[in-house]
C-alpha cells in the first residue's frame, strides 16, 4: 500500500445566475482573457422578405432576426415549437410553416395567432397576412381558398377564377402583399394566373420564375437571353422586352424603377452561393442599354418593397468591419440610389475543442453555421502573461476532419496528433504547416474515453484492435510521427482497457496486479521500473516527469510521486488532467486547481462552457497553465500557481556518428517546459579544444541544432570524437539550468595528422614489406597506442620501389591525408589516397620533383613556418639539414638550408610535441641519446631538450600522431628484434614510459 495525502481545501460552487461578457469576472493576477472572436453572421445575406417597419433575414435550423428600417435595430425571431420556415411580404406579418397550421405574428405589436387550416385543405403560401390553401379530391385541384384573420376570427374565402380543368396547382413563392403568381395545369399544359384578394386572373406569362415584389415583374423568355418586364396592372402583355446576355434567373433580382437589377459573380472563382456577398449587383434600362454597376461585394438574395424598393446584403470593404443591408431605389430623376439601411450584428466565435502545450494554444473555433477552424495563440512564458494574435491554421473539411475533438493532442514540439472520424488513421500537423494535415497512416484506433490517444514528442500511443477477427484482442501501438512507424507493438491484451499513458519516450501501462503500473521504454519495450499507485482497478493514468495521475473509476483518484512514493488523493470529480505539480479538474460546472506538491491547496477557476477536458477546458503539462472557455465564446488562461519542476529532457534524437560530407550532425532534445535559451558546445574529446558553439533563443519543448562539421571560422573541424554540452535556462526562471552532455564521433571533416584508416582521428603506421606491398596499421585509440587493422596495396616494385614515404597533409583538399613516396629512381610523388584506402602504384599521384635520391632521410615534422601547411625536412649523406617549406598543394618553396653535422641521427618527424601549435622533431645521436628539436614558426629550431638515452638498440623511430585519442603526438620504435614501442606523448614535450606494441615488426623493411 502507498501513503495517502488528504487535500485539506475544498472546491467553491460557482456563482449561478451570473450575466454579462467574462472579462467582467474577477481573474487570478496573471490572468489572461482572450475574447472571443467576432464574426460576420453566416446569413447576413439571406434575406427572406420585407415588410412594413422592417425586413426578415435568416434561414431556417439557423434561426430568424427582425431588422427596423427606422433604428436599423435587430432581435431574434422565435420560431413556434414545431414549425421551421418563415414567410413576410409587404407587411409586418411574419407566417411560420413547416407543420399541419401555419402561426402568424405581427412584428410591429406582438401579436400571434394560428391559422388552423380545413380539413381537406393544404397550406401553399402566404402574401402579405394571407395563407393561401388548396383543396383537392382524388388527386385533383377542386379549390383554392384565401384564409384570413379579422377581428379574431379565421376567415375562409374561397377564390374565383379556378380552371375548371386544372389537375395541379403550384404557388411561387410569397409574391406581395396584394397577391401571388400560381401554375396551375389545364389540359396537361401550364397556365400562369394571379391570384389576388379578387381571384384568379388569367395572365400572358408563360410557365417559369417570375422574379419581383413590386409593381413590376420580370420573366424569362424560353431559355433565352431575352427578358420579359410585366406591370402589375396589365399582365395581358409585357410592357418591355431587355436582353441580358449570359444571366440565369437565379441572379435577377427585380425590376427598379425603369431598370432590371440582377448580378453576376464578382470575379472568376466567386462562391456561387446565393448569400456569399461574392456577386456584382448591374442594371440595364428596361427599353435596354448598357450594364451599369449598382453595388459590389454583395449578395444575389433580394427581396422587394411594395413600391419596387429592393434589399439585398452586402460584404464590408475591409475585415473586421460591418456587413450591412442596402436598398436600391429610383431616384427622383430616375436614376438609381442605393444608402444602407442596418448593419448586421457580428456573431461569437465558440470554442469545440482545445490543446494546449509549451504555451501554444491550439483551439477548435467553430463560427455559427460554418466549418471548424484550427486556431493558435501563443501564451508568453515569461514576464508579464499575454495573449499574442490568433493564427489561423486552416479549415477542417466536412466529414474529413476532427470529428472527436477531444482527441486534438500537443505533442509538445510544436506539432498536434489527432485521429479521423471513429478513430480511422493519424494525422499529424507540423508546427509550420497549415491544414490539412499530413496522413501518417490509416490505422483504426479505440474511442472510449479510456483509449482516447496520447501524444508526447515524436510519440502517439493508442489502443489498436487485434490484426485479425479471430483474434481481436487489442494492443497498445506507439507510433514515430517522424517516420509514421510502428515503434512499439504490445502483447494482445487480456483486460479489454488497461491503462496506459506515454511521457516522452516512456510509456507507462497498467500491469496485472491491482494498483501495479509499469514503465516501458518505447523504443525497447524493456520494463524500466514497476511502481504500485493503490490496490484499485486503474482506468485512467496521466504521466508527467515523477507523477503519475491514476484513477480508479469513480471511486478514487490521484496523484502517485514515483520518487517520494507518496500518493495524493483528490476530491471526486468529472474529469482531469495532470499538469506540472498540479491537477486540473471539474465537478458541477466547476472547474478547479489542487495543488499535489502540498503547498497551496485547492482553488475554483472559473466555469468551462464544456465540462469535458479536451473540448471545454484544458492544460498546458509541460510546465503551463490552465485554459477554458466560458459560455460566451472568450478563453481563459490561467496560472496554476504551483511551482514547476526543473527543466529537464523527456526525449532526446543525437546520433553518435556522422560523416560530415554527405550530412550535417543534427540532434533533437524534447524539453519537459520552455526555455527562454540555449547553448550547444562541441569540443574536441581529445585536446578539449571547443571546435563549435551553437546558441539559440526561446525553445517551445524541443530544442534543434545541426552542426556541419567546421569550426566557428568555416574551416573543417577534425575528425574524431568530440562531446557535446547543451546548456538552456528555463524560461520561467523556476529551478536551476539544464545541462546535458554525450558524444559525438566526426568524419569526413578535416584528417587529423597521420589518420588515413577509418576517419577516426588516431594516427596510423605506413609500412613497407621487401615484397613491396604497403600496410596502413590504423590506430585503435587504445590506451596502449597498438596499432592493428592493416589496409595493403601491393606492387611497390621495380621501378616503384620505394626508398622513402612521409605520411603528409591533405593536400588535394578531399579531406584525406596524403603520402609522399620517393622511387627508386630519385622522383618524389605526392600520392592521393582516399579516406580509408590502399596505398598503390596506381593511387592517383602528382610528380613532385627528381633527383630527390641525394637525401638518405625524408620527414615531415608538421608545419615549422607557422603558415598552417606542413613542411619537409631532407638530410643529406654529409649531415646537411635541408627545409622544404611546404605550398599546401604537394609542392614545397626552394630548400633552405638549416643545420649540418646530422649524419649519425635517426630523425622522426612528430608534429606539435609541446603544445605549441608548431611542428618537432625527434632525433637520436649516435650514442643513443634522444632530443627534442622545438620548431621556432620561422622555419628554424630552438634550443634541443633531451627526452631520452640508451636508445640504441632502436634501428626505427616513426612519428604516428595521436594513437591512444588524448590529443597528443605519439611515437613508434622498432628495436633490432623485431619487436614495436609505443612512446605516448604528454603533450609537454616529454615521452612517457615505452609500452610494447607487438613483436615480429622485422617483416617491414620501411616503417614511416
Known amino acids: 500500500m502507498i501513503a495517502a495525502l488528504g487535500i485539506g481545501a475544498g472546491f467553491v460552487p460557482a456563482a449561478t445566475g451570473a450575466t454579462g461578457p467574462p472579462p467582467a469576472v474577477a481573474a487570478v493576477p496573471g490572468d489572461v482573457i482572450i475574447p472571443a472572436e467576432q464574426n460576420q453572421n453566416p446569413n447576413a445575406g439571406r434575406l427572406v422578405g420585407a415588410g412594413a417597419t422592417g425586413y426578415l433575414w435568416g434561414r431556417a435550423g439557423d434561426g430568424y432576426n427582425w431588422t427596423s428600417y427606422t433604428d436599423g435595430s435587430t432581435r431574434a425571431v422565435a420560431v413556434p415549437a414545431g414549425l421551421r420556415v418563415a414567410e413576410v411580404a409587404g407587411t409586418d406579418v411574419v407566417t411560420f410553416t413547416g407543420g399541419p397550421d401555419p402561426v402568424q405574428r405581427d412584428m410591429s405589436t406582438g401579436q400571434e395567432w394560428t391559422l388552423p387550416v380545413p380539413t381537406g385543405q393544404r397550406y401553399a403560401a402566404s402574401y402579405g397576412a394571407t395563407v393561401v390553401t388548396v383543396e383537392t379530391a382524388d388527386g385533383t385541384v377542386v379549390g383554392v381558398h ?24 403550384t404557388v411561387w413563392g410569397h409574391g406581395n402583399k396584394d397577391g401571388v403568381f400560381v401554375e396551375a395545369m389545364v389540359n396537361s399544359r401550364p397556365v400562369v394566373l394571379r391570384l389576388d384578394a379578387s381571384g384568379l386572373h388569367a395572365t400572358a406569362l408563360r410557365d417559369g420564375r417570375v422574379t419581383g415584389g413590386g409593381p ?317 499507485v493503490g490496490d484499485c482497478d486503474i482506468t485512467d493514468l496521466r504521466a508527467n516527469g515523477a507523477d503519475l495521475y491514476w484513477e480508479c473509476g469513480t471511486a478514487a483518484s490521484g496523484v502517485y510521486g514515483t520518487v517520494t512514493k507518496k500518493s495524493v488523493r483528490l476530491p471526486a470529480h468529472r474529469s482531469a488532467m495532470l499538469g ?137 573541424a577534425a575528425n574524431g570524437a568530440y562531446t557535446w554540452t547543451l546548456t538552456a535556462k528555463p524560461a520561467d526562471g523556476q529551478g536551476a539550468a539544464l545541462t546535458t552532455s554525450g558524444t559525438v564521433k566526426l568524419s569526413g571533416g578535416a584528417a587529423v595528422a597521420r589518420d588515413f584508416v577509418g576517419d577516426d582521428g588516431f594516427g596510423d603506421l605506413l609500412a613497407f614489406t621487401p615484397a613491396g606491398v604497403a600496410d596502413w596499421r590504423a590506430g585503435t585509440g587504445t590506451g596502449t597506442g597498438r596499432v592493428e587493422t592493416k589496409v595493403s596495396g601491393s606492387g611497390w616494385t621495380g621501378a616503384n620501389t620505394v626508398t622513402a614515404a612521409v605520411p603528409f597533409e591533405d593536400v588535394s583538399g578531399d579531406r584525406c591525408n596524403d603520402v609522399l613516396v620517393r622511387v627508386k629512381s630519385g622522383e618524389l610523388r605526392t600520392y592521393n589516397p582516399a579516406c580509408g584506402a590502399a596505398l598503390k602504384p596506381t593511387t592517383a599521384y602528382t610528380k613532385t620533383g627528381t633527383g630527390w635520391n641525394m637525401f638518405n632521410s625524408l620527414t615531415s615534422p608538421g608545419d615549422m613556418t607557422g603558415d598552417g601547411r606542413a613542411d619537409l625536412l631532407g638530410r643529406t649523406p654529409e649531415g646537411d639539414l635541408y627545409l622544404y617549406r611546404g605550398k599546401g598543394d604537394g609542392f614545397f618553396e626552394p630548400r633552405v638550408k638549416i643545420g649540418w653535422g646530422w649524419q649519425k641521427y635517426l630523425l622522426a618527424g612528430m608534429g606539435d610535441l609541446d603544445g605549441d601549435g608548431r611542428g618537432d622533431l625527434l632525433a637520436r645521436d649516435g650514442s643513443g641519446v634522444v632530443w627534442r628539436y622545438p620548431a621556432t614558426g620561422e622555419g628554424t629550431f630552438g634550443t634541443r631538450v633531451q627526452v631520452g638515452y640508451g636508445w640504441t638498440m632502436y634501428d626505427s623511430m616513426a612519428g604516428a600522431g595521436d594513437l591512444n585519442g588524448d590529443g597528443r603526438a605519439d611515437l613508434l620504435a622498432r628495436d633490432t628484434s623485431g619487436a614495436l614501442w609505443s612512446y605516448r606523448g604528454d603533450g609537454k614535450g616529454g615521452l612517457a614510459a615505452r609500452v610494447k606494441v607487438g613483436g615480429g615488426w622485422q617483416t617491414y623493411a620501411l616503417l614511416s
Open 580 to 716: 506540472d505539480g498540479y491537477v486540473g479538474w471539474e465537478k458541477d460546472g466547476v472547474l478547479s486547481i489542487t495543488d499535489v506538491r502540498g503547498t497551496t491547496g485547492t482553488r475554483t477557476v472559473g466555469s468551462p462552457v464544456d465540462a469535458a477536458a479536451g473540448r471545454g477546458w484544458t492544460l498546458d503539462r509541460f510546465g503551463g497553465p490552465l485554459a477554458y472557455a466560458d459560455k460566451d465564446g472568450n478563453v481563459h488562461v490561467v496560472p496554476s500557481g504551483v511551482k514547476t519542476s526543473a527543466l529537464s529532457v523527456l526525449d532526446s534524437d543525437a546520433a553518435a556518428s556522422v560523416d560530415v560530407r554527405s550530412a550535417s550532425w543534427s540532434a533533437r532534445w524534447w524539453l519537459s517546459k520552455p526555455a527562454a535559451s540555449w547553448q550547444l558546445t562541441l569540443r574536441n574529446a581529445a585536446t578539449g579544444a571547443t571546435a563549435r558553439t551553437l546558441t539559440g533563443g526561446e525553445a517551445r519543448g524541443l530544442v534543434t541544432a545541426g552542426w556541419n562539421g567546421k569550426d566557428a571560422s568555416g574551416r573543417p
Open 146 to 169: 384565401r384564409l384570413t384573420r379579422e377581428n379574431g376570427q379565421v376567415v375562409d374565402r374561397p377564390v374565383t377564377g379556378l380552371p375548371a380543368a386544372a389537375t395541379g396547382l
Open 216 to 532: 413590376r415583374v420580370v420573366q424569362r423568355f424560353g431559355n433565352s437571353d431575352t427578358y420579359r418586364v410585366w406591370d402589375l396592372s396589365d399582365l395581358s402583355e409585357p410592357a418591355h422586352e431587355v436582353t441580358l446576355s449570359g444571366v440565369s434567373p437565379a441572379n435577377v433580382l427585380a425590376v427598379v424603377g425603369n431598370d432590371v437589377l440582377f448580378t453576376r459573380p464578382s470575379a472568376t472563382g466567386g462562391s456561387p452561393d446565393p448569400s456569399v456577398a461574392d456577386h456584382t449587383v448591374l442594371a440595364v434600362p428596361v427599353t435596354g442599354g448598357p450594364e451599369r454597376v449598382v453595388l459590389d461585394r454583395a449578395a444575389s438574395i433580394a427581396v422587394s418593397e411594395p413600391d419596387g424598393t429592393t434589399l439585398l446584403g452586402r460584404a464590408p470593404e475591409k475585415r473586421g468591419a460591418a456587413y450591412s443591408v442596402y436598398t436600391v431605389r429610383p431616384g427622383a430623376d430616375g436614376t438609381l440610389t442605393t444608402g444602407r439601411v442596418a448593419d448586421v450584428p457580428a456573431v461569437a466565435t465558440g470554442t469545440e475543442a482545445m490543446s494546449m502545450a509549451q504555451g501554444r494554444l491550439h483551439t477548435i473555433d467553430v463560427p455559427p453555421f460554418a466549418l471548424a477552424r484550427l486556431r493558435r495563440t501563443d501564451i508568453a512564458v515569461s514576464g508579464v502573461p499575454k495573449a499574442a494574435a490568433r493564427e489561423d491554421r486552416g479549415l477542417f473539411a466536412p466529414y474529413a476532419g476532427c470529428d472527436w475533438c477531444e482527441i486534438l493532442q500537443s505533442t509538445g514540439d510544436g506539432r498536434l496528433a489527432y485521429q479521423g472520424i471513429n478513430g480511422k488513421g493519424l494525422s499529424v500537423l507540423d508546427e509550420t504547416a497549415a491544414l490539412p494535415a499530413r496522413k501518417i497512416n490509416d490505422q483504426s484506433t479505440y474511442q472510449q474515453p479510456s483509449d482516447i490517444m496520447q501524444a508526447s514528442g515524436r510519440y502517439t500511443a493508442a489502443r489498436i484492435p487485434g490484426p485479425s477477427p479471430e483474434n481481436y484482442r487489442p494492443r497498445l501501438q506507439v507510433i514515430d510521427l517522424d517516420t509514421g512507424k510502428a515503434v512499439y507493438t504490445g502483447p494482445a491484451q487480456d483486460q479489454y482497457h488497461p491503462a496506459f499513458t506515454i511521457d516522452g519516450a516512456t510509456l507507462w501501462v497498467e500491469g496485472a496486479a491491482a494498483g501495479a503500473v509499469q514503465a516501458l521504454d518505447v523504443r525497447t519495450g524493456k520494463v524500466l521500473r514497476t511502481v504500485d
